[in-house]
């Protein structure tokens, strides 16, 4: 089966507790292993982001090694808090230098759930409520990559979309992601980034023939969503 969560914000070799969001934080790590555990050795996990506050590779090793010990192959994407995140390279090599081996790296690339669904998806961006974004420049640039990942996809018969950031958030939308995602008839789409208050301004639903979820670790209680059987 495929599930998906996002924001893991693991902090096991970082002093970055999470509860200072709520309460509902509060030993968030073994919230998340027991909302896995559900999870067999065959399933996949799509991580949107945001898995741990470390600010190196060294520094997050304990936090991949949380991840690969969870049941399942996990494939994960970047996040506006990885600070640690390099080049999909690198990341390869110290998980094969680090014996870490459920986790692929989503990148300018896409993953093949089945031969006719496709793992596709990429950061994002961030827009505010006033319809502005912070860098077009960045937006540019994500919706190439989001492109590069789905055009990867081939003629699979569904592409699957997952995102850090949400692509409509308030009043304001990421047309740029947005339309790429309608050029490659994307029709679900999954992001996280939103906690606390932020996740009452989240669409959830459908608009424009595509359906958008939320699932930020605390907005689905730590627990990975069923994405497809």
């Not at 982001?49 to 010990?69: P, R, S, V």
């Not at 992601?177 to 459908?206: P, Q, S």
Request: with cysteine; glycine share 10%.
């Amino acid at each position: 089966m495929l599930y998906t969560i996002g924001d893991l914000h693991l902090s096991f070799g970082a002093d970055k507790p999470m509860d200072v969001f709520g309460r509902e934080w509060e030993g968030h790590a073994e919230k998340l292993r027991a909302g896995f555990s559900r999870l067999t050795a065959e399933d996949t996990c799509v991580i949107c982001g945001d898995l741990t506050w470390g600010i190196n590779m060294e520094a997050c090793k304990n936090d991949f090694k949380f991840i690969d010990g969870l049941p399942g192959k996990k494939i994960i994407l970047k996040g506006n808090h990885d600070f640690w995140w390099q080049t999909a390279a690198k990341t390869k090599a110290f998980f094969e230098q680090n014996g870490i081996k459920t986790i692929e790296v989503l990148h300018n690339n896409c993953f093949f759930y089945n031969k006719n669904v496709a793992i596709c998806g990429t950061r994002g961006w961030s827009c505010t409520e006033e319809g502005k974004t912070h860098d077009r420049k960045m937006v540019r640039r994500e919706a190439m990559r989001l492109e590069a990942s789905l055009k990867a996809a081939g003629d699979a018969e569904e592409k699957l979309c997952f995102l850090h950031y949400p692509p409509l958030f308030g009043g304001a939308r990421l047309d740029e992601l947005i339309d790429v995602m309608k050029r490659y008839g994307v029709r679900r789409c999954w992001y996280g980034h939103l906690h606390g208050a932020g996740r009452a301004l989240a669409f959830e639903g459908e608009m424009e023939g595509i359906e958008y979820r939320l699932i930020s670790a605390d907005h689905v209680g730590f627990s990975p969503v069923l994405v497809r059987e």
